[in-house]
């Protein structure tokens, strides 16, 4: 309590058990015995000398103080690599258990695809089997709360996090898991055109499932929990450069770090230093590097000149370039990614990937017709009384801009010169304005289509009508397009109702 009060040091949220633990740990002390002699007082276990010289009594003073403050280390918050956002298990050995997850049915799509005859374009349980593994995996290392379960419709549930950085994320998810769906389906069609027998057909298509689902998922899932790791510690170190200025580079410290990371181990560089573009963990498949934050007294120039050697020595290396050429060397929690391009499943179908997502109809993904799908329809549309000015002045404010919210609570941006062109003179744009809020946070279908799977289009189905949100999503951050009536023509819904479904209420 002295020292909190006399350096004005805020004290640890755990402070009290703490005290109340060094308390029940700290021997009792014993009443002396009647007559006893009392025992001499306790040296000073930090004597200072005084005929020493000045700069010896300066340094011997240091070291005290030192000693001194070791003593109420347990008083104080954790190490600045945990309270900063490197994780607990950063540096550990992460516990990837994918039999815990809920287990895909393997024998179902075999039986798919042979009733089928190999020409299954898509599997939609697949999909979402793989999206929701990986979501999972990502969100609890990002914040340690399950809040992702295995559903129907993957995604995260925004809170207060970084929505334009775990915007990028998703997209990046539902496109990984979008191209690796093609990609397995395909190699089990092609494996039926090469069985004689359903046996022979099972017995491979059950090989090659064991890879895709199993071995390369699991390090797909131990890749998506390193990125959230690491994506949660450079969003809070960002934000805290001014207190922390350098970063300095750790590996997990024991006998499966890889040489070439643990040549990086203690390099120390500034924050802003563009080698961190490269450097930042994870740096390659199981990588369980991590970063923690220094303080500027703690860092010397002499340390920073061999550590920026050390960085260039590997950054030149031949396996910097072999690990790059497999989409590694870039920071992908500044980037939002979890898998880069040349890690993806697309390889197998070069240039036709988003091509081939947006050719999936409600069909391929167990849906109803548009004629039944509107039977869901329960409510009218509401219409907006107020003016769109009004509208668009009550809109949420979130880092400067005016966003409105759906389902998952996800911001859409909400330009406002794009919102006055929607709506100066559309007197039924406007009156669409509330029809627009309902199908945001409360839609019955939701796409993800486009050039580069690039846009997010909402479906709701009211009595009265269908309504239509779209919106894109550009260096992650979603932004309100356009709003309006579907028009019920066979052309127009296929252009709305196709690609990845994302949300099916």
Not at 101 to 109: A, T, W
Not at 306 to 313: I, N, Q, V
Not at 341 to 349: G, M, P, R
């Amino acid at each position: 309590d002295f020292f909190y009060e006399t350096f004005d040091v805020p004290k640890p949220e755990n402070y009290d058990s703490l005290k109340a633990e060094q308390k029940e740990q700290k021997p009792p002390v014993s009443e002396p015995k009647p007559g006893a002699k009392k025992a001499n007082k306790k040296e000073d276990p930090d004597p200072v000398n005084l005929s020493l010289s000045e700069e010896e009594t300066k340094e011997q003073l240091d070291n005290a103080l030192m000693r001194w403050l070791r003593r109420f280390l347990p008083f104080f918050s954790k190490a600045p690599a945990e309270t900063t956002g490197a994780t607990a298990s950063c540096g550990h050995h992460h516990t990837i258990n994918l039999a815990a997850l809920e287990g895909f049915d393997n024998d179902g799509l075999i039986n798919r695809i042979w009733e089928q005859k190999g020409k299954v374009s898509f599997d939609a349980a697949l999909f979402y089997y793989t999206a929701s593994t990986l979501f999972k995996g990502f969100k609890e290392a990002w914040d340690k709360a399950n809040t992702i379960t295995l559903a129907d419709a993957p995604g995260f549930v925004y809170g207060i996090d970084d929505p334009a950085l775990l915007t990028a994320f998703e997209q990046n998810l539902f496109r990984f898991s979008g191209a690796k769906t093609l990609a397995e389906v395909y190699e089990l069609n092609e494996l039926f055109k090469k069985a004689t027998s359903f046996r022979e057909f099972y017995q491979m298509a059950k090989e090659r499932l064991g890879v895709f689902n199993k071995n390369w998922l699991e390090t797909e899932y131990t890749s998506a929990v390193l990125t959230g790791e690491a994506a949660a510690t450079y969003n809070r170190l960002i934000k805290q450069t001014e207190l922390y200025p350098y970063w300095k580079y750790k590996t997990a410290g024991d006998h499966l770090v890889r040489p070439e990371h643990a040549a990086l181990d203690g390099l120390v560089l500034p924050s802003n230093d563009k080698r961190w573009d490269k450097l930042f963990p994870p740096n390659g498949w199981n990588c369980r590097c991590y970063i923690v934050p220094r303080l500027k007294n703690e860092v010397t120039q002499e340390e920073l000149r061999a550590s920026r050697k050390r960085a260039d020595a590997y950054l030149n290396s031949k396996q910097f370039k072999s690990e790059a050429l497999q989409g590694w060397g870039v920071n992908r929690a500044a980037t939002g990614e979890v898998f880069t391009a040349n890690q993806q499943y697309v390889h197998k179908f070069p240039g036709k990937a988003s091509k081939m997502i947006n050719t999936l109809k409600p069909a391929d993904w167990g849906l109803d017709s548009y004629s039944n799908a509107k039977k869901q329809a329960t409510e009218a549309t509401k219409t907006y009384e107020g003016t769109a000015a009004e509208f668009f002045d009550q809109l949420e404010s979130l880092n400067d801009l005016r966003v409105i919210k759906d389902y998952h609570k996800r911001p859409l941006q909400v330009k406002e010169g794009n919102f006055k062109r929607h709506t100066k003179g559309r007197a039924e744009r406007v009156r669409l304005l509330e029809a627009l809020g309902q199908t945001l946070t409360a839609p019955h279908e939701v796409w993800l289509n486009g050039a580069e799977l690039g846009e997010m289009v909402y479906i709701s189905y009211f009595l009265d009508k269908t309504i239509t949100v779209r919106a894109s999503i550009k260096n992650g951050t979603m932004e309100l397009l356009t709003w309006y009536e579907l028009t019920e023509k066979r052309t127009i819904l296929n252009k709305h109702r196709n690609g990845l479904l994302v949300y099916k209420k």
